[in-house]
């Protein structure tokens, strides 16, 4: 289903895939965004097929309806859904019957609060009581409200909305634990048990009001051009985080390894699996990597007890791997626990190695909140990130930008160390929740868009967003392979984000101000010089006018197509640098 804005009266909504987004009043957004999910017994989003659309608009109101189908495996579970659109505020309706028998973990309605509502007040009404409260500020580490009826709250002054839930129970999570830019208001509660039968013939319904009272004192008009503003400061924000790339689980070819040689990686992590044979043998082939690229390793071990570890220390002692920091986890186990890495510090000091060892988490920020993390035995945290846990468009994937800072700063409060994290991917490299019992393959944590000039936008953001103090390292993607930077003969265009930056190894980072979210900036600064990488992380052209700072000479050389196509171009004497980005275009900017 296309995506589409509809208007009535000061209420705009854009319809896309059978929900609303940017739910807005007198340009104010009152809501991210509702929409109905089928979600399997790994909590994998089974795709929706959106058919028997009809719209009906009248002056004062526009009605949609279309019927959904959810296909997959055992699950056949179709629904109609109805909107309605009104001046002064929404209906949604969800009537849906399953066709199989089959388990699940969620079927309904979810509503997505933006993350900027961080210390807003708002009050719940639950089956017993009324809560007063507010959205969150630090990331809550579990639900914030629960047995929700209906939630009022004002977005602006003098502008109210009131949301009224029916036909289940409704609860709020914060989803900047899994970098989503959103507060989440879902239903059924995980207290809980899951996953839950439904049976052939079931019928589930629902249904989300929204009514919205009030005028904002300043109506809010849409921006009338996508003119940005971008201005730097020689003023330095913090330096810039050393970058790693995790090793492929098969070797780089010699055309691979000669590309990934001009990256000077500042480490390669590795993921063994000390319960597996072969281990020497992957630890061995990557401290031979380590040695070609010119970097060390940073180690995830896998561990069963204190099995295998006297072996690995002595292998890393016996064969000088050059081992950077490492972070060691229990089999089955996503969360470090004190023990294990007291296990591993004596046997790595019993023989003369000082490593520094990392807990955290192998799983996303989530876990890391909830954990009651060894932090009196550890020398930094880690967590993961992945942008594709609860949404999988484009838009969606950017907002996640903006949330993996909000994360990054919560997480030194909470541990008050040192920061590495990673690996940062694409996709899920691990299903903390699956009940399934069932891994993630290779072929499965595969996106084309990493291939694509949006996957270079999204990197340079990430990597932007990341670069703050007490953020050590990141670690991102694959060397090589599917899920990597190289793949053969294919160089992704990500590929030239991390050697640009990396040619900066050891830079600072400056301060830079930008008038829209339609663009992502980093500012380096190493010796006299400076390089300013910007990337469009939007589908559409966007204009740019870059000042601040004086120079003599800048060379601009700007990507607009996923083949790297580019161009090169001059400015002089300190003069503004004008740019027309393509969508998801990247450029490159030295100053001299």
Known sequence: MKSKVFKVGKLQVELEDGGLRYVSYSGVEIVRGIYAAV??????????????????????????????????????????????????GLMFNFHGQARSTFQKNRIGFCVLHPMNFAGLNTVIHTSSSLVHGEFPKKISPHQPFKEIQSMTYEPTTDLQVNMIFEGDLFEMEDQRNWTDASYKTY????????????????VIQQSIEVVITGEPIMELSAESDRLTQITWHDEIVCELPKIGLTLSNRESNEQESSLLRQLHPSHLRLIINLTEEGWQERLQLAADSASLYGCDLEL???????????????????????VLRLFPYQLGSYVSDSQTIQSVRRRLASIGLQIPIGGGVRTYYAEFNRASLPLEDIDLCGYSINPQVHAFDDRSLIETLAAQAVTATDAVIKCGKPLSIGPITFKPRINPNATSGAGISIEDQRDDRQGELFGAAWTLGSIAALSMKNVSSITYYET?????????????????????????????????????????ALMLKRGGHVRILIANITDEKQEVVIAGGFYSRAGIRQYYDSRMNYKLTEAVDSEEIGLILAPYGYVCIDLI
């Open 39 to 88: 979600r399997d017994q790994d909590w994998g989003t089974v795709a929706p097929r959106f058919t028997d659309v009809q719209i009906a608009d009248d002056d004062h109101e526009i009605t949609i309806n279309f019927l959904s189908e959810h296909v997959q495996g055992d699950i056949d579970f179709l629904w109609n859904g109805s909107i309605r659109l009104m001046e002064n």
């Open 187 to 202: 239903c059924t509660p995980l207290e809980l048990p899951f996953p839950v039968q439904v049976e052939k013939g079931q």
């Open 300 to 322: 995830e071990v896998i561990v069963e007890q204190d099995k295998h570890l006297d072996e690995l220390a002595g292998f890393i002692a016996d064969h000088s791997v050059p």
């Open 480 to 520: 090589s392979g599917p899920i990597g930077l190289v793949d053969g003969l294919q160089v992704n265009p990500l590929y030239y984000v991390f050697k640009d930056i990396t040619e900066f190894a050891d830079a600072s980072v400056l301060s830079n101000d930008c008038t829209s979210d339609a663009i992502t």
